[in-house]
Structure formats: C-alpha cells, structure tokens
C-alpha cells in the first residue's frame, strides 16, 4: 500500500509512502531538460521540464514512482490493483502507456489545470517496458504548486480525472468510494467530545484525545486514507521551511507501516521503504528510509538542468544517530 499527500503550508510540499515488501533499487534521479524522452506511440520529448522524484532507471530511462518539475508540477504512482485497466491503442487518442505517464505529464505541463487539458485526449495503453518489468496496475495524484491535486484512475468505463478537495490518496477502493467513506468518520475531532450519547448525566473524560478515539488505524487503504485526511487537515504550518519539512514528515510517518504488521507471504511484511516530498517552490526533494529516519535532501536547483544526462543519487540507507556523549 502507498500513501501520497500534498501538505499546504506557504509553499506547497508533495509525495508519497512507498510501502511494498521488496526494494526495487529505486535511487533519486533528475532528469535534465535536453534529455531525450522516447514514447511508445507518442512523439518523442527532445526538450522538456527538468524533473526531479524517486526512479529506478533501467536502459538509461528512468523509471519514477514520483517526482515533480522544475515548473512545481507533482505526481505519484499508487498501486490500484483489481480496479486498474489499460485499454489497446486508440487511433483517435494520445496513447501512452503507464511507465511513460509521469515523464509524459511532468515533462509537459506546468500545473493542474495543463495537466487537465492533456489528460483529455489520453488512453493509457497496455504496452509493458520490457517481458522482465510488466506492466503495474496504478492509479496516480498529480498536485501542484497552488495546493490543487487530482487523481487519474483508469478502470473498464474509461479514464477517470477527479478533483480531489482533500489532498490525499492511497489505494483501494475507486477513488469517490474514499471519499463517501469520510461520512463514517465525520465526528472525529482533535477537541474532546460533547456527550450526545447521555446529555442529562455528566460523563467525565479519563484520558486526553477522546474526540479521535475512533480513528481507524490499520494497515489498510481506507484506514490510511482516513487517518490521512484528519492528520493533513489538523496539520500547522511552520514558520520555516525546516518546520514545514518537519510537519510534513510527521504527517506521512503517521500512516508508514511498520515491518511485522502487514504480512503479504508466511513471514513477509510489506513496510514503508521510503517517504518522500518535494517542496513544489524551490525543487527540494526530501527523502527518509525505512532504515534511516535522517532526513536528506537533493536539489533541483543544484544540479545543471541544461544537459541530456540523467543524474542519480543513491539512496542514504545508514541510520544516523546522533551520540551526545
Ligand atoms: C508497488 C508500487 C506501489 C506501492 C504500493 O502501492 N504497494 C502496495 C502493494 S499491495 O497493493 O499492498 O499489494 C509501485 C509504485 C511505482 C511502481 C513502479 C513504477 O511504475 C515504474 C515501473 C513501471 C514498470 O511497468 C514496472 C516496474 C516499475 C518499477 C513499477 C513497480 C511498482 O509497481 C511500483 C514501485
């Protein structure tokens, strides 16, 4: 399962949970503006929007899980296995396949509402990267700078395009069906409760946080996504970018998963592997680890834009504590 979020604090920062129960080799990867995007079926990206997100990269493409542009432009790919169905080449339409989705998106469009105008015309078509990497049933949550996100689910009636007032995705069921959930949790407040249940007899409090006492907090994507909502939407906004990244952090490692409680196989657990976020204004990506909670960070502004060579920086998987004696 996966959890992404675009957290709305003066700037904007968006990402995602990774949670599986395999690496995939997954590095950060910034690809340059004169890199040369080859699709499928489409024409091929000679210049574009330097991108900058989570990839594995395999014959010198980059394959992103997430990432944003240059221009603040986010997007996720989440897991939406079941649901998830990739139609056959369409004369009529811009076919491109899933693998190609974020570089297709990101290299083109610098908000939302472009996102929008070209995702009107798109079939994501099933065409896998190669026989070893097939094709993954995902749905995604494109966000950008103005604190606006969608979501893009491809099922057997069509393509799906919703605005998503909440800001928030992980995985099943369809999107909307997330949404008519919330109705179940409507009373759970940061404030202690009133007492509906007995109003003439005085019922005390025991304990602190009674009002979220019944918070859904399983593994699971209807219980993430609940806990989700009511953590992003209690959220405070630092006073600087190291309080925004820190409060941001806080509210992905809320819902990461823990090795030893989701177990997909006899003995094998699907955990958080990493969390990530991109501060939409400044192009900083910010990563943690499942094995280390530090926070590192790579720029978009660092790094030379004006070339055609991807750069990848492995991930810093070394736990650091700080000794203080
Ligand atoms: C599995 C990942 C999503 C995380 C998630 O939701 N896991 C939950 C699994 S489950 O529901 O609980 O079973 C997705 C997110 C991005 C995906 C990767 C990206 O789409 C890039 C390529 C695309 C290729 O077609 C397949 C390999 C791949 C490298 C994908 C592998 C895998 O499907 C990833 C890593």
Request: hydrophobic share 35%; proline share 6%.
């Amino acid at each position: 399962m996966c959890t992404s979020i675009l957290y709305t604090a003066g700037d904007c920062y968006f990402g995602r949970n990774l949670d599986l129960e395999v690496s995939f080799g997954q590095e950060v990867v910034i690809t340059p503006r004169d890199y040369r995007f080859n699709f499928r079926q489409m024409p091929a990206l000679d210049h574009h929007y330097a991108i900058i997100g989570m990839a594995l990269v395999q014959d010198n493409y980059p394959l992103y899980f997430d990432g944003a542009n240059e221009e603040g432009l986010g997007m996720a790919g989440l897991n939406f296995a079941g649901p998830a169905h990739y139609f056959p080449v369409d004369d009529h339409k811009d076919n491109v396949s899933p693998f190609e989705f974020i570089p297709y998106i990101l290299g083109q469009c610098k908000n939302v509402v472009e996102a929008k105008q070209l995702l009107k015309k798109l079939n994501l078509v099933k065409i896998n990267f190669s026989d070893h990497l097939q094709l993954s049933p995902l749905h995604w949550l494109i966000a950008d700078r103005s604190g606006k996100s969608i979501v893009v689910e491809s099922t057997v009636s069509g393509l799906h395009v919703y605005d998503n007032s909440v800001n928030v995705l992980t995985n099943n069921p369809e999107f909307p069906g997330q949404l008519t959930n919330l109705a179940n949790y409507q009373s759970i407040s940061p404030e202690q409760p009133t007492n509906g249940l007995a109003p003439n007899i005085k019922i005390g409090f025991y304990s602190r946080g009674l009002g979220s006492r019944m918070l859904p907090g399983g593994m699971d994507s209807q219980s993430r996504f609940v806990k989700e909502v009511f953590t992003l939407q209690h959220a405070p906004a630092g006073a600087s970018e190291v309080e925004n990244v820190t409060n941001y952090f806080h509210c992905l490692h809320a819902v990461e998963q823990q090795k030893g409680l989701d177990e997909v196989a006899p003995n094998t657990f699907e955990h958080t592997i990493y969390s990530d976020g991109i501060n939409l204004s400044t192009g900083t990506f910010y990563y943690t680890t499942y094995a280390n909670h530090q926070i590192n960070a790579v720029s978009l502004q660092h790094a030379d834009l004006n070339n055609n060579t991807l750069a990848p920086f492995p991930l810093r998987e070394q736990q650091s504590i700080n000794m203080q004696n």
